[in-house]
């Protein structure tokens, strides 16, 4: 085989096996509760801990005591916890009164369309990522996270770079939940009675 179509069928070989670029994380933007509109541009040099959800998925409401908690501890240390709210466009009064019913102080965000995905695939759910201040991925977890997840309290230490207690030895006043995780009362009433068309998705839910 001549030399030049050798290097021809190289090249060519190379490209095709080349993963196409993942999105631009800086790019994805979505809907705050008051329904302005936020962006990961904004985030940046922020550590983030990012929680995709959905009132349709059991695991995630149950795991939103714990989040708050995370949040409470690690926030004075510079942590931004945002949770990702994917219901469709529709539930989004019902995802209001959640947050207000479970007095979630974490930021949330509304991406009805699912946007999210392209710059965090999501095959199931919940799905949380934690980004760095460079706009790297250290850690992420598909599925509950849990209070004693001694891999995420390392990843937390390191990317705040402060010396914090895992799990933080004492509940802080006005959490929710608490000891038994347990969400309040009065967030019952806005469970969701049926899964919806959108559960079609799969995964941890419920």
Do not use: K
């Not at 990522?129 to 997840?149: K, N, T």
């Not at 509940?171 to 806005?190: D, H, K, M």
């Amino acid at each position: 085989m001549p030399r030049a179509c050798l290097v021809a069928l190289l090249l060519l070989t190379a490209c095709a096996g080349r993963p196409d670029r993942a999105p631009e994380i800086g790019a994805y933007h979505a809907l705050s509760l008051d329904g302005s509109e936020v962006s990961f541009r904004h985030l940046r040099g922020q550590v983030v801990l990012l929680n995709v959800w959905t009132l349709w998925c059991l695991p995630c409401r149950s795991e939103v005591p714990v989040l708050e908690r995370l949040h409470r501890a690690y926030q004075p240390a510079g942590l931004t916890l945002i949770g990702v709210n994917v219901d469709a466009r529709g539930d989004i009064p019902t995802v209001r009164n959640f947050i207000r019913a479970t007095g979630v102080s974490y930021r949330i965000w509304l991406d009805p369309e699912d946007g999210v995905s392209a710059y965090f695939p999501t095959p199931s759910l919940p799905a949380t990522w934690l980004i760095g201040r460079d706009g790297r991925i250290v850690w992420s977890r598909l599925g509950m996270v849990h209070p004693d997840d001694p891999e995420l309290g390392t990843a937390l230490r390191n990317a705040l770079r402060a010396e914090h207690a895992w799990p933080p030895a004492t509940q802080p006043e006005g959490a929710i939940g608490a000891p038994r995780w347990a969400l309040p009362r009065s967030a019952v009433r806005w469970m969701p009675s049926s899964r919806g068309e959108r559960m079609s998705r799969g995964g941890d839910r419920a």
